[in-house]
């Protein structure tokens, strides 16, 4: 029953991240605002699908290499989300450069 639930709940929160994303994404006024909600919704979100993943192989046993695994997984997921939202949001604001009226700062006009 324990078990369940520590594998059901990050599982079902993992997947409300990616809906609240992708509801509050059409509300978005900008591309560089609906890359920002992405980033979030994939950093946390995946991190709690491997953490209730994680949780379900305890359940065959624990093992170092499941921990590594998702130690592995953890991390990769940190750089890649990070790495992946500066490279899109870098190309779109090359390509369009529109940014929402309530944006207060432009860091990146200096640069191009």
Excluded at 19 to 24: C, F, M, N, P
Excluded at 81 to 87: G, L, Q, R
């Amino acid at each position: 029953m324990i078990t369940d639930l520590l594998i059901g709940v990050p599982a079902l929160l993992g997947s409300l991240c990616f809906l609240v994303a992708a509801v509050t994404m059409f509300r978005a006024g900008d591309a560089l605002t609906r890359i920002n909600i992405l980033s979030v919704a994939t950093g946390l979100g995946m991190m709690l699908f491997i953490s209730s993943a994680y949780v379900h192989e305890l359940r065959s046993g624990f093992s170092w290499v499941e921990l590594a695994k998702a130690f592995v997984a953890l991390g990769a997921t940190v750089v890649v989300t990070s790495v992946a939202s500066i490279t899109l949001a870098r190309a779109a604001y090359r390509a369009d450069g529109k940014l929402d009226p309530l944006t207060a700062y432009d860091d990146i006009a200096e640069e191009y």
